[in-house]
């Protein structure tokens, strides 16, 4: 019920533009009549008003054909619903047909409805825009040979305009597909220079920009969505992981803060390269991480964690002592179905108290509800 109504929405949407579309055209075609209406007022066409006024409502009733045609939605019935064609050969039978009476000004009158039927042009396919180019010249060269003879000057002057008439149905819309095609090629520059920033400010958003690692906010959002597809699924399981980097002032003060960011980064990138693309590793404070681990039980969060430990310890801090090395205190725990957020985030928190309370270096798994912890060495 919810896909036909918002079906029904769009083809309320489409039907709305393609009322606005023929109206414009219907607009360009009244300024057009007007025009034809001054120069009859000054005596430049060969017809009476009365005959005029008669062109004008045959003219208006093939624009009323379209729009019953649409507010009746007999056009959906088509194969191109938008009868683009149809319209623009309409338009195009106008401008000839009053072109036809016009005695002098003929240049005038016959360009003005055509700058009118040239920006709608453009809506036409290739094919669409052959036909319509060869219809209208052949049809405007019948109408001028059946007024005037062939050997007269008055007909030179019409092979004229029909030269004039036809450069502008040819490269009227060419030119203006051209414009609009440098248009949107530079309005797609841009989108893609936008994107690139909003991609960039997201980045800023959710990341820590020192070490790239995820900041709380985005940690927060990753849980609840974990916890959701948990809570779906029995058998689904996740595993959070606390880290403190241990006496990480020391490095402060005894090498420079430059050299703690870069061991900062350094645990960051270590995580990173054992981590999965499903896993986040976040940094909630100066030497604190966390790491969320998806689809992973609490045994193989361990593993996970000692081989990160292991790996940090390889990692030299600083060339001035070249075996100076850090160590990290970690506490992991598993969520627990149906608790909320916060508390999967506290019982990681507790171990990893426990951990740096009983000698740092070491991982803690929080206990699953025995009241027993287990304690390892981080190597």
Request: aromatic share 10%; charged share 20%.
């Amino acid at each position: 019920m919810q896909i036909y109504s918002h079906t029904k929405v769009d083809t309320r949407s489409q039907q709305r533009s393609r009322i606005y579309r023929i109206s414009t055209l219907g607009v360009g075609i009244f300024v057009h009549l007007m025009v034809c209406w001054s120069v009859l007022s000054i005596g430049y066409m060969d017809i009476q008003p009365i005959q005029f006024l008669g062109i004008c409502s045959i003219a208006a009733a093939g624009f009323a054909v379209f729009w019953l045609a649409i507010l009746t939605e007999w056009n959906l019935g088509l194969q191109d619903p938008d009868m683009n064609l149809a319209q623009i050969i309409w338009a195009v039978s106008v401008v000839i047909m009053t072109s036809y009476f016009v005695a002098e000004l003929k240049p005038v009158v016959v360009l003005a409805g055509l700058a009118m039927i040239v920006m709608c042009a453009n809506r036409l396919s290739r094919k669409e825009l052959v036909f319509f180019a060869v219809y209208s010249i052949v049809t405007y060269f019948l109408a001028a040979s059946y007024k005037t003879q062939f050997n007269s000057l008055d007909f030179l002057s019409e092979l004229v305009i029909l030269v004039a008439f036809g450069l502008v149905l040819v490269f009227g819309p060419m030119l203006y597909r051209l414009e609009m095609g440098l248009i949107e090629g530079v309005l797609l520059d841009k989108n893609a220079e936008l994107t690139a920033a909003l991609n960039q400010i997201k980045e800023l958003v959710i990341k820590d920009e020192l070490t790239g690692a995820f900041n709380r906010r985005h940690l927060l959002e990753t849980l609840t969505q974990q916890k959701a597809i948990a809570d779906r699924n029995p058998d689904y399981h996740f595993a959070l992981c606390y880290v403190d980097l241990d006496f990480f002032k020391q490095i402060n003060d005894k090498f420079g803060h430059s050299t703690g960011d870069q061991v900062l980064k350094g645990f960051s990138d270590i995580s990173k390269s054992i981590l999965r693309e499903v896993d986040c590793i976040s940094r909630i404070g100066g030497e604190e991480f966390v790491l969320l681990l998806g689809g992973t039980s609490q045994r193989d969060a361990l593993v996970v964690s000692r081989r990160i430990c292991a790996k940090l310890l390889d990692m030299q801090v600083s060339s001035i002592e070249p075996q100076f090395r850090i160590t990290a205190s970690m506490g992991i725990t598993e969520y627990r179905r149906s608790e909320e957020v916060a508390q999967i985030m506290n019982r990681a928190d507790k171990a990893l108290y426990d951990a740096k309370r009983t000698g740092r270096n070491k991982v803690v798994v929080a206990d699953s509800g025995s009241g027993r912890q287990l304690v390892v060495n981080a190597r």
